[in-house]
């Protein structure tokens, strides 16, 4: 399989680019950098038929790669805790600015992937993460904490409250 095209990479940044920007991410200013990364997913994409995570080892099979299939599962936590993602293809809004630099960011994914989550009970007091609430325009989210721009309104991470 060939790599892909310099036009195909460019397609891919775009959509990325303009996909990440609705939803209140950034993209890594280093363009070169993000590139590289584009081709790889638009690599894994011809290989797996799905866009794995270039920088984590994709075991071929869609379920078992869920939680890297970009945006992989990981990706709010490590913002959140370290600004980038693992593999740095989405950056908080002061590295994309340019008023700070992504460090490295530990691997959160298990060993082999995740494993099979049994079924919550049932009732509030069961959910896995807290839900945030979006006081400017209701949005909801459940994760650990809220997200750094709502990805409706573009509020502030200041502006959400926990909801649940």
Do not use: Q
């Given at each position: ?8 990479i460019e397609?891919?940044?775009l ?14 200013p280093?363009r070169?950098?993000v590139?590289?990364?584009v081709?790889g ?16 080892l994709?075991a071929?099979?869609?379920e078992?790669?869920?939680d890297i299939?970009c945006?992989?599962?990981?990706r ?5 805790e370290?600004g980038a993602c693992?593999c740095?293809?989405y ?8 008023n700070a630099?992504?460090g490295a960011?530990?691997?959160?994914r298990p060993?082999?992937g995740?494993k ?9 007091g069961?959910l896995?993460f807290?839900v ?7 949005y ?6 809220p ?6 309104c ?11």
């Amino acid at each position: 399989m060939p790599p892909p095209s310099d036009a195909e990479i460019e397609r891919e940044y775009l959509r990325l680019k303009k996909e990440a920007e609705a939803g209140g991410y950034h993209l890594s200013p280093d363009r070169a950098f993000v590139n590289g990364l584009v081709a790889g997913l638009l690599a894994n994409t011809e290989r797996y038929g799905y866009p794995s995570c270039p920088c984590r080892l994709a075991a071929g099979i869609r379920e078992r790669d869920l939680d890297i299939v970009c945006p992989c599962d990981y990706r709010d936590p490590d913002l959140t805790e370290h600004g980038a993602c693992y593999c740095a293809l989405y950056v908080s809004g002061e590295i994309a600015a340019g008023n700070a630099k992504a460090g490295a960011v530990p691997e959160r994914r298990p060993p082999g992937g995740p494993k099979k989550k049994e079924t919550p009970a049932a009732g509030l007091g069961a959910l896995p993460f807290p839900v945030w609430r979006c006081r400017v325009c209701g949005y909801l989210c459940a994760r650990d904490s809220p997200p750094e721009v709502c990805p409706v309104c573009k509020a502030k991470a200041d502006r959400f409250e926990r909801f649940i």
